[in-house]
């Protein structure tokens, strides 16, 4: 390992800026509330923090529609507040990491309403720009990920622009050589602040297929666990409007950017459905594109062993030398507590396991910010949602609102210590028990838990680095080893709602983690949630 490779086996803390710490009193998370709470991030023993957009925005997407790549929205802060978030974060050992969206931009930028001005001005090839069928409507079956066709017309071009997301964000021309040159810069800008690397949002849909041919449907066994079932996004398989062979050329030009400046790292988010393994093999191997993918593949409501093992091997079958980012929840899918929490069974427990499992992953790990205090999803109103995509699709998916609601800070605080002012979404009465300060106090909390397994992670350079292997094993048991030239470690995981048993364990095993076990000569014994770390000489 050298300092190049610091993020192989890192594991990354996720902040999403509206919902993690307001100074202001206006009920919006900033900046300066980021470099507040940082020493609670460095206390759980990552290595770097990525923050989700801060970017001046109409907010129509929640800053993933940018209006200005270049600048910090006036409800974060500034430039001079992030400046002095990247000079603390630094000072703890945190590196940086901020989202860049570079599929598409708000219609609210300027190049946006040159581009749509006229088709014949500098900007008027940078989005993508195409006729109507005869008939009138779009020019293929392309769907918007959050519901419709991906074609808005516009009557000052008399044309479609597509958008894969909402249809005020329109998407880049990527096939412009000069729109890869501005997004390169944009880069640039940001290396030269300080940061320490990106991750690249929607990676997979920087290009689309110059011929604009109409996607396929897809098998219904290929629904991506990202997609509501509710969502005829899903539908299809999207061959034509995303993940093409011209973006790899274009990634190339990203790490070649980033090599320049030594030790900056791009992870891109990568959801291709069924394909995911492959094409992130293709974007993370042979050393000249992203240095890590993060994946989508373990945002499913099934906790089973074959939940984990299939995608997980699939990936080692198929990725070659890529690298992944294993992540549980994030700002788009509901938490994982409530994801697979049964009824009857201790979300506390199935929170630990959780953790144990994640940071037992070959790769890179990514936490979002909550998951250390156990959050679940919370329960919203259709009055209280503010995610276009909820409302949307409203009942039939509640949207993204559930899992982006405030951080509770302080049990005994107006608003749990996010803000003084009322919060932009409400904060559940029931995360006031589960808030930073109580857990501070207790040994036996998530919170610690967290610690103690982003410690483990950091001390065994088999789990941080090693290879893993899958073992057969009894029903609802998760069973593998992770091996590193100077050590072995069997990892088990009980995802059943009953006792399960691990026969024969090495006589001379030592447990070096465990919950919810009992190790005699003979057999392993866990508990519903339990699990166990086996140092094998």
């Known amino acids: 390992m050298t300092d190049t490779d610091w993020w192989r086996g890192a594991?990354?803390?996720?902040?999403?800026?509206?919902?993690?710490?307001?100074?202001?009193?206006?009920?919006?998370?900033?900046?300066?509330?980021?470099?507040?709470?940082?020493?609670?991030?460095?206390?759980?023993?990552?290595?770097?923090?990525?923050?989700?957009?801060?970017?001046?925005?109409p907010m129509a997407d929640m800053g993933y529609d940018v209006s200005d790549f270049r600048g910090v929205d006036p409800m974060f802060g500034t430039m001079d507040d992030f400046r002095t978030l990247l000079d603390r974060a630094h000072d703890l050992g945190l590196k940086v990491i901020i989202d860049q969206i570079l599929s598409h931009s708000s219609d609210q930028h300027r190049w946006f309403a040159q581009s749509r001005s006229s088709r014949e001005n500098p900007y008027a090839d940078w989005y993508v720009w195409a006729d109507p069928q005869p008939d009138g409507t779009p020019p293929n079956n392309w769907l918007s990920v959050f519901g419709g066709p991906a074609w808005e017309w516009d009557g000052q071009r008399m044309q479609y622009y597509l958008h894969g997301f909402l249809a005020s964000q329109p998407d880049f021309n990527l096939h412009n050589p000069a729109v890869q040159d501005e997004l390169l810069d944009i880069l640039r800008f940001w290396l030269d602040a300080g940061v320490d690397g990106f991750r690249l949002d929607a990676c997979v849909h920087y290009f689309h297929d110059r011929h604009l041919r109409s996607?396929?449907?897809?098998?219904?066994?290929?629904?991506?666990?990202?997609?509501?079932?509710?969502?005829?996004?899903?539908?299809?398989?999207?061959?034509?409007?995303?993940?093409?062979?011209?973006?790899?050329?274009?990634?190339?030009r990203i790490r070649h950017l980033l090599d320049s400046y030594g030790d900056r790292v791009a992870l891109g988010e990568i959801g291709d459905g069924p394909r995911s393994p492959i094409t992130i093999g293709q974007y993370t191997g042979g050393g000249d594109k992203l240095h890590a993918s993060y994946t989508f593949d373990l945002f499913g409501h099934d906790l089973s062993?074959?939940?984990?093992?299939?995608?997980?091997?699939?990936?080692?079958?198929?990725?070659?030398?890529?690298?992944?980012?294993?992540?549980?929840?994030?700002?788009?899918?509901?938490?994982?507590?409530?994801?697979?929490?049964?009824?009857?069974?201790?979300?506390?427990?199935?929170?630990?396991?959780?953790?144990?499992?994640?940071?037992?992953?070959?790769?890179?790990?990514?936490?979002?910010?909550?998951?250390?205090?156990?959050?679940?999803?919370?329960?919203?109103?259709?009055?209280?949602?503010?995610?276009?995509?909820?409302i949307r699709f409203w009942p039939a998916f509640k949207g993204r609102d559930g899992c982006r609601t405030p951080m509770p800070w302080e049990a005994d605080a107006p608003n749990g210590g996010f803000t003084t002012g009322t919060p932009w979404l409400p904060l559940p009465p029931e995360h006031l028990a589960m808030s930073a300060d109580v857990q501070e106090l207790s040994r036996g909390s998530v919170l610690a838990d967290y610690r103690a397994a982003i410690g483990l992670r950091k001390r065994h350079r088999a789990i941080a680095y090693g290879n893993i292997r899958f073992h057969d094993a009894p029903p609802g048991l998760l069973a593998f080893t992770r091996a590193a030239a100077d050590e072995t470690i069997l990892c088990l995981f009980n995802l059943s709602d009953r006792v399960a048993h691990w026969p024969n364990p090495?006589?001379?095993?030592?447990?070096?983690?465990?919950?919810?076990?009992?190790?005699?000569?003979?057999?392993?014994?866990?508990?519903?949630?339990?699990?166990?770390?086996?140092?094998?000489?």
């Open 215 to 252: 996607n396929p449907p897809a098998p219904p066994e290929h629904h991506a666990p990202d997609v509501p079932l509710t969502n005829p996004y899903g539908f299809q398989d999207h061959l034509y409007d995303k993940s093409q062979p011209e973006n790899l050329a274009f990634l190339q």
């Open 506 to 537: 090495p006589s001379d095993a030592r447990c070096i983690a465990a919950g919810g076990q009992t190790m005699t000569k003979t057999e392993i014994r866990l508990e519903p949630s339990g699990f166990a770390w086996l140092l094998i000489p």
């Open 305 to 390: 062993p074959a939940f984990f093992r299939a995608p997980i091997e699939l990936f080692e079958q198929q990725a070659g030398d890529g690298w992944a980012c294993w992540s549980l929840s994030n700002h788009d899918v509901a938490r994982h507590v409530s994801r697979w929490l049964r009824p009857g069974s201790d979300p506390r427990r199935l929170a630990r396991l959780a953790i144990h499992i994640l940071v037992a992953l070959r790769g890179t790990i990514c936490i979002y910010q909550g998951e250390e205090l156990g959050l679940t999803e919370a329960e919203l109103t259709f009055e209280q949602l503010r995610d276009p995509y909820g």
């Open 11 to 57: 594991t990354i803390y996720q902040v999403y800026p509206r919902s993690f710490q307001d100074t202001t009193g206006d009920g919006m998370g900033d900046l300066p509330g980021i470099t507040r709470r940082l020493p609670h991030i460095a206390s759980l023993g990552v290595d770097a923090v990525w923050i989700s957009p801060f970017f001046p925005s």
